[in-house]
């Protein structure tokens, strides 16, 4: 039971920790920085009375960047976690990531 134990926190997704390169914390980093000031130009947008379809093309504009942040976390995801935890023998992981994908389309 301590081998099992001792297995799952060393799992990087079980244990809600994971480590990234530094390459890939500042691609990441920095299309969350790119999102933040497309969200807060929609609030200056809604602040000024733009008229609403421009402010929805922006809207959409954000909706599609993050779609592209959350396919790359994903890839990295699948890339690494998923990877490691099937090599493991931890086959839970693909239980988990269905429901995963199941959020994400929704």
Request: net charge neutral; glycine share 4%; proline share 1%.
């Amino acid at each position: 039971m301590d081998q099992k134990k001792e297995n799952v926190s060393d799992n990087c997704c079980t244990t809600r920790h994971k480590e990234r390169s530094e390459e890939e914390i500042k691609s990441l980093v920095n299309r969350l920085r790119r999102i933040e000031g497309q969200v807060r130009g929609i609030r200056r947008m809604v602040e000024e009375g733009v008229y609403c379809p421009e402010i929805l093309t922006q809207s959409a504009a954000v909706s599609a960047a993050m779609n592209g942040f959350n396919r790359q976390l994903l890839s990295a995801h699948i890339h690494s976690c998923v990877v490691e935890d099937i090599r493991e023998g931890r086959e839970e992981t693909i239980d988990e990531l269905c429901a995963l994908l199941q959020k994400l389309m929704k």
